[in-house]
């Protein structure tokens, strides 16, 4: 934003004013917002300053100031700040040293707090979902880890999942799609970098926790970024990129910035039927695997079962399985290839999804080869196709979009068109295969 479109934007609001809760843009402490100290805040927004031109803008602590931040700098300019007269919700300052918690209660305990009806919290720690400060992702009591057959492929991070319901709540089983979870669900995934993927015990970076819970409203997504020191996460709602290093089972360096996304994108992945945002990864064909408890190996529908988090389940034998990509003992090369597309696809290339216009869906259950790309012709040619003719042409990956695109990584090529900066190799050979060996005739 231009500097004096920010500074209309400034002014322009200083008319519709409401009551501030704190003393954002009081550089000198007076109990006021002058005009001089919003144009500090201001050039701080802009960079021409540094945050320690006025440290009150930086509510959040985050080392930068934004608008939300300049907006209660100009609330308080015009009605002053909070005095101790204002009244301010009960919270317990959770003790990391990162800041106090100031959009949700947390009430004394050592058991997750989670109420559906309240706002996000600033902390994840505020949620007491994990012991300590979560840095080492060890689940609090009723936090259930959890494991898919096949992942969703995000630059190579590694994943930690985990469900928790509230007590004496269960969710209900559907043999295709995503669980029919009650409201109060919290599902949880970390995006982590080990230093080593060769060697667990070097240990691993944190980088974000995304939460998708389930209000009474519907599936409300939101992600909390950690800190340097791995001591906390703060909730994040405009995305941000971090730079990351870890070395790949090949003993290669790697180097990518990983970007967090904003909270407007979860969406475009999440709303897998109807523009309706959902979980994606819960379903029973995901889950159907044995997952390593700390009390031992047991298959994951089983044990969300004997928990009481699943109602209606048939036994693991009888629920669909998927195959594991990366592993030939789980599945022949069409399944896995198939399975791939599923998982990392088929939310939005599916009858009722994001890319349904395409007229390409990679979802499990479609049958009609003309339906998953075989000689089909791209719905906008140009670019994105790379002068091929069809998405998939069997026996051909080399004339196919569909491997085209999974190998690229350029912007308005690169399929998924979000959460991937790199190409997944491993993967790419296994849709590579499938494609050479598929028994059907050449394209016209
Ligand atoms: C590139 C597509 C994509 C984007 C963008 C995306 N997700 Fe997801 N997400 C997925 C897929 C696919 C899964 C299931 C597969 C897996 O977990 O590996 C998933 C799983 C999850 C899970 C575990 C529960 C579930 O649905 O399986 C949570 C929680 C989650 N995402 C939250 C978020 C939040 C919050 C955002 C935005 C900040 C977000 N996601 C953005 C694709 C995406
Ligand atoms: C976040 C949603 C999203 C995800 C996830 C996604 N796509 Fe797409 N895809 C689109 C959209 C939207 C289009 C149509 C616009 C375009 O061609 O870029 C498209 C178009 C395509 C096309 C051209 C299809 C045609 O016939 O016109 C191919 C091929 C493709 N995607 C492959 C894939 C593959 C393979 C994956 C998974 C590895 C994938 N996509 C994941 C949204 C997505």
Request: aromatic share 8%; glycine share 8%.
């Amino acid at each position: 934003m231009k500097k004096s479109s920010i500074l209309g934007l400034a002014v322009a609001l200083l008319a519709i004013a409401r009551p501030a809760l704190g003393c954002v843009g009081d550089c000198n402490g007076d109990g006021v917002v002058s005009i001089n100290e919003l144009i500090v805040g201001v050039n701080i927004a802009l960079g021409t300053a540094p945050v320690s031109a006025c440290a009150a803008f930086d509510d959040d602590s985050n080392g930068e100031v934004r608008v939300n931040e300049l907006l209660a700098a100009v609330n308080n300019g015009t009605v002053g700040c909070a005095t101790a007269a204002t009244p301010t919700p009960t919270v317990t300052p959770v003790p990391t040293g990162a800041g106090a918690e100031t959009r949700c209660t947390v009430p004394e305990g050592d058991g997750v707090n989670f109420d559906p009806a309240q706002q996000f919290c600033d902390l994840l720690s505020s949620y007491r979902f994990f012991q300590g400060n979560g840095a080492t992702q060890e689940p609090n009591a009723g936090v259930l880890p959890y494991d898919l057959n096949t992942p969703l492929f995000s630059d190579y991070a590694s994943k930690h999942r985990f469900v928790w319901l509230p007590p004496g709540t269960s969710a209900t089983y559907s043999a295709h799609d995503s669980f029919n979870f009650p409201v109060g669900t919290v599902l949880i995934k970390t995006f982590a970098y080990p230093a080593d993927y060769r060697d667990p015990s070097l240990g691993e970076r944190l980088i974000e926790t995304r939460l998708l819970v389930r209000r009474s409203t519907g599936w409300d997504p939101m992600t909390y970024v950690w800190n340097d020191e791995q001591t906390e996460a703060r909730r994040r709602v405009i995305g941000q990129s971090v730079p990351v290093t870890w070395i790949q089972l090949d003993g290669s360096e790697r180097s990518i910035t990983y970007h967090v996304p904003n909270t407007n994108q979860c969406k475009e992945c999440h709303e897998e039927h109807n523009s309706v945002l959902g979980p994606l990864g819960p379903k029973a064909r995901n889950l159907n695997k044995d997952y390593p408890y700390a009390d031992g190996s047991v298959n994951q529908l089983a044990r969300w079962t004997s928990v009481g988090y699943l109602v209606n389940a048939p036994s693991p034998d009888a629920a669909p399985r998927a195959a594991v990509f990366d592993d030939p003992s789980s599945g022949s090369v069409e399944a896995r290839a198939r399975t791939y597309l599923d998982v990392n696809c088929g939310h939005c290339h599916n009858p009722t999804g994001l890319a349904r216009t395409s007229g390409l869906y990679l979802n499990i259950d479609e049958m009609d080869p003309a339906r998953f790309g075989v000689c089909k012709s791209p719905v906008a040619a140009g670019h994105g196709s790379g002068d091929l003719k069809v998405d998939i042409y069997p026996g051909r990956p080399d004339l196919s979009i569909l491997s085209y695109r999974m190998q690229s990584t350029m912007p308005g090529v690169a399929m998924p068109e979000l959460g991937r900066q790199t190409a997944h190799d491993e993967a790419l050979a296994v849709i590579n295969q499938w494609i050479a060996e598929l028994a059907l005739p050449p394209c016209e």
